[in-house]
């Protein structure tokens, strides 16, 4: 299937045709799993003039190729690169942009391997991060110094779901040349297009929504023409690749992804909706919702949402009662991560760690990521939950 031959249809079309060829695939639908380090060539000539489309296993395989020029398509961008985890391919942007003597800005609310990165790994490099408040938009020309090279976005934010004013900010970044990352992993290319918005780099945990199964962990992250051939070299000089199995099990997921964001975007709301009609919860912050810091962004640029919100308790609740809710629940488990089949919920206190803003949202706080089980039963589950949380007040 040649590109020209998928121009003009929509995504939804395209992400069932990109990263195979069945003419090449004996004619079966899906592409086979290369695994491999040596490359063999048919002359010293071929050899010395590195005449192969791979010349090593590092340089990656047809399979870590499919899965590239997928993603590619799907972003809209120049071109993209793997990482074994979404952290790594964060760590892989920012080795990409930075160098010694750099200052990078970060948001308060970004993820917080993130800061932990910035932390140590880059500030031994002698790069400096500070962190902004998300919301600052056009204000964000007040944080630019003259050793400002790159601007970190993640919207909507960690755990606290602030939406940020992308296009404004990259607008602004880019008259004062400094370059954009944004950590897109909640909305995917599917909900918002990091490119269009002016955004150099784009990082998707394949982890969350891509993988869908909790079964892998994996980063992506595209670039504009302007980043491709510079992400391209790091990339090449790092040789930090994801195992075969991974990329066929993400290709795999890149099929369905659509419908299961879809079903992930109706089922959060139904269960957002219930659980913000419910007078053990003070607030529900999700980018849909109006009280939600951004939601005006998140309406003016989004085309959806996931299946992943916070919600805020009333004050009166102790540690102890938010215990004994969670530790007993039947369907949702707590756990790290999200986007797969099964409901998870966290609780979490971003107080812990912020630098410049402050986190006071009038009551403890639960992250809700929602799966595919019946919607009743999670109702009853978090029902059932609460009239434990009631009995500790
Ligand atoms: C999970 C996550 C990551 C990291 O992905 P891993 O594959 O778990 O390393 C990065 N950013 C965001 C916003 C995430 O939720």
Redesign the pocket.
């Known amino acids: 299937m040649s590109k020209n031959s998928r121009s003009g249809f929509s995504i939804t079309t395209r992400m069932t045709q990109v990263g195979r060829d069945p003419s090449k695939q004996a004619g079966f639908v899906n592409p086979a799993i290369y695994r491999g380090s040596t490359v063999v060539f048919p002359t010293v000539n071929d050899l010395e003039h590195r005449r192969m489309e791979f010349t090593y296993g590092t340089d990656g395989t047809p399979t870590i190729a499919n899965l590239e020029n997928a993603w590619s398509e799907l972003a809209g961008a120049a071109g993209t690169v793997l990482s ?7 760590a892989l942007a920012l080795l990409t942009t930075l160098k010694s003597g750099d200052h990078l800005l970060m948001p308060d609310s ?2 917080r ?2 800061r932990l990165l910035c932390a140590g790994m880059l500030a031994k490099m002698g790069i400096e991060t500070s962190y902004y408040d998300p919301l600052l938009g056009k204000d964000i020309v007040t944080q630019f110094r003259a050793n400002t090279s790159v601007l970190f976005l ?1 919207s909507p934010g ?1 755990q606290s779901f602030e939406v940020q004013d992308v296009p404004t900010m990259t607008a602004l970044a880019k008259e004062h040349g400094i370059t954009t990352i944004i ?1 897109n ?2 909305a995917t290319p599917l909900f918002f297009r990091a490119h269009e918005h002016g955004c150099d780099l784009s ?1 998707e ?4 929504y891509l993988g869908g199964h909790s079964d892998l ?3 992506l992250i595209s670039a504009n023409a302007q980043w491709w051939p510079k992400l391209r070299e790091a990339y090449d000089l790092m040789s930090m690749l994801p195992g075969a199995e991974d990329c066929f099990l993400a290709l795999r997921g890149l099929r369905t992804m659509h419908l299961r964001l879809k079903a992930a975007e109706t089922r959060a709301l139904e269960l957002a909706n219930w659980l913000k009609s419910r007078p053990e919860v003070l607030k529900v912050l999700h980018p849909a919702f109006p009280e939600c810091p951004g939601h005006e962004f998140w309406q003016r640029d989004f085309t959806g949402s996931s299946g ?1 919100f916070s919600i805020i308790l009333q004050p009166q609740y102790s540690k102890a009662a938010l215990e004994n809710m969670l530790d007993y629940l039947s369907i949702f488990a707590m756990g ?4 797969g089949f099964e409901s998870l919920v966290l609780p979490f206190n971003c107080a812990d760690y912020r630098s410049v803003t402050h986190w006071q949202p009038g009551g403890l706080a639960i992250r809700i990521q929602v799966g595919l089980e019946d919607m009743n039963e999670l109702k009853t589950d978090l029902e059932q939950g609460f009239e434990r949380l009631k009995k500790f007040v």
Do not use: H, M, Q, R
């Not at 074994?84 to 391919?89: D, E, H, L, M, Y």
């Open positions: 074994p985890s979404g952290i790594g391919a964060i970004v993820y391997p993130t993640e960690s950590d992993t909640w990082v945990a394949g982890t969350k962990l994996l980063g992943l790290f991560s999200w986007g």
